[in-house]
T-cell receptor
């Protein structure tokens, strides 16, 4: 069964304390791995798409890396405005997009 | 640029009532989706459409119906609401894409539905 897991479930950081979020998946034939940010009461906001192992993408304080069967979202020197739930999703084929449950990040000032 | 727009944003229904959630996208996307999001379970696909006039079942389709009469609109209907359908509903869309591009799904702001 296609599955996406994310860890940790929740993470509390001090402002400036860098860390990484993990996304692991069991789908075969990966066609894309996606990271989204979701603020409370809002829809998921697209961050990155990764297609193959070794690929990296960056945006401001965020850097996403794809390794075989997992991806990391590294947050460098986070700020309170980075607090959100970060969702990972994979596309196995066709319309089969599988989403993980998310990591809830809190960055304390 | 509105992107994906959902209405209504909030609704309270009594068990057995019916309602329709409306979704409109202005990006000329081929594919449209309806997801529900429940605590700890991630986004689950209800129904989707690969083009005007087409619909298909997703992971959790029971109790819902959809229609895509126009390319830009995708409607989600609840014929007889049940408390188990209390959830946050997200409409989404994406372009047809290729193997390495255009696969990104873009989401609306969500519709909060409570069935009492």
């Amino acid at each position: 069964e296609d599955q996406v897991t994310q860890s940790p479930e929740a993470l509390r950081l001090q402002e400036g304390e860098s860390s990484s979020l993990n996304c692991s998946y069991t789908v075969s034939g990966l066609r894309g791995l996606f990271w989204y940010r979701q603020d409370p009461g809002k829809g998921p906001e697209f961050l990155f798409t990764l297609y193959s192992a070794g690929e990296e993408k960056e945006k401001e304080r965020l850097k996403a890396t794809l390794i075989k069967k997992e991806s990391f979202l590294h947050i460098t020197a986070p700020k309170p405005e980075d607090s959100a739930t970060y969702l990972c999703a994979v596309q196995a084929g066709g319309q089969n997009f599988v989403f993980g449950p998310g990591t809830r990040l809190s960055v304390l000032p | 640029n509105a992107g994906v727009t959902q209405t209504p944003k909030f609704r309270v229904l009594k068990t057995g009532q019916s309602m329709t959630l409306l979704c409109a996208q202005d990006m000329n996307h081929e594919y449209m989706y309806w997801y529900r999001q429940d605590p700890g379970m991630g986004l689950r696909l209800i129904h989707y459409s690969v083009g005007e006039g087409t619909t298909a079942k997703g992971e959790v389709p029971d109790g819902y119906n959809v229609s895509r009469l126009k390319k830009q609109n995708f409607l989600l209907g609840l014929e007889s609401a049940a408390p188990s359908q209390t959830s946050v509903y997200f409409c989404a869309s994406r372009d047809r894409g290729t193997a390495r591009s255009g696969n990104t799904i873009y989401f609306g702001e969500g519709s909060w539905l409570t069935v009492v």
